[in-house]
């Protein structure tokens, strides 16, 4: 069974930073895909960055802007995302996600490729 718990969510204030955590049971990261997504009220879920299988070259959302940084730690099975300089605008829940095949690479954007999800963390940035 496939089970994606994030934490490390919360309010900080512009400028500050924060470190999400994607703690995957199941399977491993070292074999499947994962990726971030975010959504607040209203809108689909946006593409945050994704982190391949394999280790290699990883993805970010344009809007990132080498604000945020994708890495995992095999022997935890967890996927992290580090913050920094974080904007009003980067409030949402963010979302943990795994693909559903096998080596699947990571160059992909879009929610409905990613079958296995988190219930979400939330992040508030004050101004």
């Known amino acids: 069974q496939v089970k994606l718990v994030e934490s490390g969510g919360g309010l900080v204030q512009t400028g500050g930073s924060l470190r999400l955590s994607c703690a995957a049971s199941?399977?491993?990261?070292?074999?499947?895909?994962m990726a971030w997504f975010r959504q607040t009220p209203g809108k689909e879920r946006e593409f945050v960055a994704a982190?391949?299988?394999?280790?290699?070259?990883?993805y970010y959302g344009d809007f990132v802007k080498g604000r945020f940084a994708i890495s995992r730690d095999i022997a935890k099975n967890t996927v992290y995302l580090e913050m920094d300089s974080l904007k009003p605008e980067d409030t949402a829940v963010y979302y943990c996600?795994?693909?559903?095949?096998?080596?699947?690479?990571?160059?992909?954007?879009?929610?409905?490729?990613?079958?296995?999800w988190g219930q979400g963390t939330q992040v508030t940035v004050s101004s």
């Open positions: 996600a795994q693909k559903s095949r096998a080596y699947d690479g990571a160059d992909d954007s879009r929610a409905p490729s990613y079958n296995f």
């Open positions: 199941g399977r491993s990261v070292s074999v499947y895909s």
């Open positions: 982190m391949p299988w394999s280790g290699g070259r990883t």
